[in-house]
């Protein structure tokens, strides 16, 4: 089974296309990263073209869910529903942060880990992992952390990592998420979704005041 692994959660968007066997092993067959123009239909078709595979053969897409850029993942999202409507695909949502953890494991960086994405408003995404060499384990699940409590962190000398954390905080490390290990991770998974279903994750409670009617003119 070939999966399309969709990562546009971050300025880095990527996506990566891998053969899912029976080994425990799934095969990069490609990957293609977004250049100065934005374009993610181009991009899929460069991926799909270097794996020398149609969208026919695409049997699951597995789109990184956030939390991050709300336009990308919402773009994401549109892609993978659209996908499901035309070919009849697989989708299944996975966190974000599920990724950069894998990702941190994969650079060697063990330990206890906090993954911080900027959610704007002077808060941010906090979520604690300790990871050790083929194994991440969530010690705090993700919440929304006032700004003041990730420069106690950056104080207090934990590691910080995760997109475009350094230009905050000086001595943490940038971490993008990587479509193919969002794809390595979808492998031999199950819990697919259908494409209504696929929901952006987004921690903040959402208000909205309902416009009054229109005034009737005399």
């Given at each position: ?5 969709v ?16 080994s425990?092993s ?11 123009v934005?374009?993610p239909l ?5 991926a799909?073209s ?5 969208r026919?053969d ?15 993942i919402?773009?994401a999202i549109?892609l993978a529903?659209?996908?499901?409507l ?5 989708l299944?949502g996975?966190?974000t942060?599920?990724?950069l953890?894998a990702?941190a494991?994969e650079?060697?960086i063990f330990?206890p880990?906090n ?6 408003r002077n808060?941010?995404?906090l979520?604690r992992y300790e990871?050790a ?13 006032p700004i003041?409590?990730?420069e106690q ?5 934990q590691?910080?990592?995760g997109p ?10 940038d971490?993008y998420p990587d479509?193919?290990i969002l ?5 031999g998974r199950?819990?697919?979704v259908?494409?209504?279903k696929?929901e952006?994750?987004y921690?903040r409670?959402?208000f909205f005041?309902k416009a009054?009617?229109p005034r009737?003119?005399?």
């Amino acid at each position: 089974m070939k999966i399309l692994a969709v990562e546009f959660s971050s300025q880095s968007r990527n996506v990566a296309v891998l053969e899912c066997g029976d080994s425990t092993s799934p095969a990069l067959l490609s990957r293609a990263v977004e250049g100065a123009v934005r374009r993610p239909l181009g991009l899929i078709s460069d991926a799909l073209s270097a794996a020398r595979c149609e969208r026919e053969d695409i049997g699951t897409i597995a789109i990184g869910l956030g939390p991050g850029s709300y336009t990308g993942i919402r773009g994401a999202i549109a892609l993978a529903q659209g996908w499901q409507l035309g070919r009849g695909v697989q989708l299944l949502g996975m966190s974000t942060v599920e990724c950069l953890a894998a990702q941190a494991a994969e650079e060697k960086i063990f330990g206890p880990v906090n993954i911080v994405i900027d959610a704007q408003r002077n808060e941010f995404y906090l979520a604690r992992y300790e990871i050790a060499p083929g194994q991440c384990r969530e010690v705090e699940p993700l919440r929304l952390a006032p700004i003041a409590e990730i420069e106690q962190l950056h104080v207090a000398g934990q590691r910080i990592l995760g997109p475009d954390v350094s230009q905050s905080f000086t001595n943490a490390r940038d971490v993008y998420p990587d479509s193919a290990i969002l794809g390595r991770l979808a492998c031999g998974r199950r819990d697919f979704v259908p494409g209504e279903k696929l929901e952006p994750i987004y921690l903040r409670e959402v208000f909205f005041i309902k416009a009054p009617p229109p005034r009737a003119r005399i």
